[in-house]
């Protein structure tokens, strides 16, 4: 029998347009399936897990196939829907397959190379000839035979080693190998169990004796396992060795091992701390839920999307719950995206509460580890997981959980819809998840739903021209009052010198009877850190980063001056660098600043503080809002992760501190923003029975966004910003793509940004607009440049993305140009 040879298209961890090709060892012919990890050798000597794309016999016209090196899995870890909805992300957004693998598969699944540097056995050189760094890396490697990189660099004591070695390989010192190693482990727990003749009571009573007399601390690990296995009780428990090592002396575990009493095994247990909660009673829906939960039913008979507007605090979870527990109960998975991490505390709470079991959780604060084992859960292969099991069947996650390897997929609830963290910036792919949800929903023939209090404008439009299905929630679940929103002139109050630090007297007032009456307080300032920038009270000269062109920002309480762009830092300075003079103070302010104010003016306050410092460690949400739910904290100030769905019965009073830096923001949908941003934190207070207030400090109180926010009226927003947009081209009537060039060279930029835009002139005409610098034209030493490109929602998108994919490519092909990055962003927020 004539056995043929196979080929493999791989995908690669690398930012290359094409899959390559390798050849498979005939010996794997009937092994190897697309979605498999192989391990592959690329360029002069690299190794990188790679992806079987697919298998044939074609070999490539143009190049030698090299052979896989290793074939890690034996069932694929990624499955053909996931390449379908990869093919579409590289396809829709501009970039490359490797791009998605990088931002889909979690790091742990990417097998690391790493180099190896060890003697040469064929040199016969004098090592005195060798520089004093060239001679201690070989004293090393005679000590240890085999070093990394960093090793080197930790035994020389400088940073960067490669010359040293570059110049050690080319006399014949050294040799370079690469190897692979595997990222992930798998977190093993070592079980005891009694030898099966001492189940038997008449054995087990001789041996207590026995030990009684001769070993008591073996006795004592004895009876800590019959406490842990509930021996006596119907159902046995599984014993922990840790546990009954930690209850008696190791030394006494080991030698009732040693003697056969106990038997120990090993088991693969998860890293994710999963906790079972109390199944409470499914609440009976009132009118308004009802209407909207028949109406989006009704709906999905004939449309994928549907999309549910209810305002903050009107019951749109509990429609989810009954939609998820339906599509659970057909045993379908359901996908649950929400846009912040914060977010996942109250709602995995509410969720356990209501299936009663443990779900998957899945966003970027897990390590590697824990995000292999959630990949591996819901593909029903994890840690004690099967494909029917709730944590296989119900993910929670941020906008990277649409990458999970989901079999059976019915549902997806995308929560807070109208959110910009859906949006993914840098690196690529700059996919939204929103949108990103609805294909993959429709390559497993899920419904969507599509769910806020604040809708983005064009999920509104799609609602309202039939697109998707629409149900509308316009009061409070029980009855409750929308806030009482007040805004307050701090132009005027400023004049009159009633200002106190950034506070008004209405807001300071209103905070005070909050806390005399034991509620609760919300304080929202969308920057973090103590003050914007520093500024010399003489000269005006302002500390800027070295790297960026934008101020640094202070942080006080690390007394440190900030790129919020590069992570740039350096100490505050106590002389003006220009003029010499020491009065030298802070401008603006941020959460930080609040958060020390508020301490001056109400001392005995509890005060807390929620922002990108404050939950950088991985469990900081969680203890944040459970002390804030618990009312150990009485007044939390935050940034926009504050805004954002969070459910608190005790917020009696929201602070609006400064709207206006929102709504003067340079963009098209600054004003449709601010009024989501405020209209949200709005939604913060008032849950219970009483009627929230709110306090949004402006220079300019009449404001028509600031009045449809008092007025709660979304459709006059709507209604203004669909107008505007329609006049001035933008979405939803026309699509955008940004590019962004990115050099170090000013002159360079200038020219091919110049360069690029006449090219896309001579296709698209007035559409495209630019080449312009961005607010900020410089971060990390690269001059950014850019051109945007408006064209009609009725124009081919493939044809335009034909255009352009065409003239980058002759842009990088261009010996003046090829230096310059060009970065396409579709659909940029």
Known sequence: ???????????????????????????????????????????????????????????????????????????????????????????????????????????????????????????????????????????????????????????????????????????????????????????????????????????????????????????????????????????????????????????????????????????????????????????????????????????????????????????????????????????????????????????????????????????????????????????????????????????????????????????????????????????????????????????????????SATPSVESTWNAQSGRFGFAEMTKRFGGMEMPLIEVVDIKEAGKRKLMKSHFSPPLLDKIQEALNNKEQVILFQNRRGFAPMLECATCAWTPHCTQCDVSLTYHKQVNQLRCHYCGYSVKPPSTCSACGDTNIRTKGFGTEKIEDDLVIFFPTAKIARMDLDTTRAKYAHRQIISDFEEHNIDILVGTQMVTKGLDFDNVALVGILNADSMLNFPDFRAFERSYQLMAQVSGRAGRKNKRGKVVIQSYNPDHAILKDVINNNYYGMYATELNERKNFQYPPFYRLIRFTLRHKDLDLINLGAAHFADVLKGHFGKRVLGPEFPAVARIRNEYHKNILLKFEREASMNKVKEIIRSEIDAFKTNADFKAIKVVPDVDPL
């Not at 009937?30 to 697919?54: D, S």
Request: with cysteine.
């Open 1 to 451: 029998m004539t056995r043929i040879t196979l080929f493999a298209d791989l995908i690669l961890p690398l930012s290359v347009p094409n899959l390559y090709t390798y050849r498979v060892p005939m010996e794997w012919n009937e092994l190897v399936k697309p979605g498999q990890r192989v391990i592959v050798q690329f360029g002069k000597n690299k190794l990188y897990t790679a992806l079987i794309r697919r298998v044939h016999d074609r070999a490539p016209g143009i190049y030698t196939a090299k052979y896989i090196d290793s074939l890690l899995d034996d069932e694929p870890v990624v499955l053909e829907q996931q390449f379908l909805l990869w093919e579409q992300i590289a396809s829709y957004y501009m970039c490359n397959p490797g791009d998605v693998l990088n931002a889909a598969l979690p790091a742990g699944l990417k097998l690391s190379s790493e180099t190896k540097i060890t003697l040469n056995p064929d040199y016969t050189g004098n090592r005195a000839e060798l520089n004093e760094r060239e001679f201690i890396v070989a004293e090393a490697l005679d000590v240890r035979n085999v070093l990394t990189f960093p090793e080197v660099s930790e035994i020389l004591s400088v940073k960067i080693v490669q010359p040293v070695l570059k110049a050690m390989l080319e006399k014949g010192v050294v040799l370079v190998r690469e190897e692979v190693r595997e990222k992930y482990k798998p977190k093993m727990e070592t079980y005891l169990e009694l030898a099966e003749e001492l189940e038997n009571e008449e054995l087990l009573r001789p041996l207590f004796d026995k030990l009684e007399k001769k070993a008591p601390k073996q006795l004592e690990a004895l009876i800590a396992f019959i406490k842990y296995s509930d021996r006596y009780n119907v159902t046995r428990k599984l014993v922990k060795k840790a546990d009954i090592s930690k209850d008696s002396d190791a030394a006494a575990v080991a030698a009732l091992i040693k003697k056969g009493v106990f038997i120990s095994y090993a088991e693969e247990v998860g890293r994710i701390r999963h906790e079972e909660g109390m199944v409470s009673s499914e609440k009976a829906f009132n009118p308004d839920q009802q209407e909207a939960y028949d109406k989006l039913t009704t709906d999905f008979l004939t449309k994928e999307i549907a999309l549910i507007h209810g305002v903050t605090s009107s019951g749109k979870t509990e429609i989810y719950l009954r939609m998820m527990k339906e599509c659970l109960a057909a045993g379908k998975q359901v996908l649950y995206l929400l846009p912040e991490i914060a977010l996942t505390t109250q709602i995995i709470t509410r969720l356990q509460n209501h299936f009663g079991g443990s779900i998957s959780v899945y966003h970027s604060r897990f390590n590697e580890n824990e995000r292999v084992e959630v990949w591996k859960t819901v593909l029903g292969d994890g840690p004690g997981a099967t494909k029917n099991s709730l944590a296989a069947s119900l993910i929670l996650g941020a906008r990277s959980a649409v990458f999970l390897p989901f079999t059976n997929l019915g549902l997806i609830i995308v929560d807070e819809e109208h959110d910009s963290s859906y949006k993914q910036y840098d690196p690529a792919p700059r996919y939204n998840a929103r949108e990103t949800a609805i294909f993959l929903a429709s390559l497993h023939k899920a419904k969507v739903l599509l769910g």
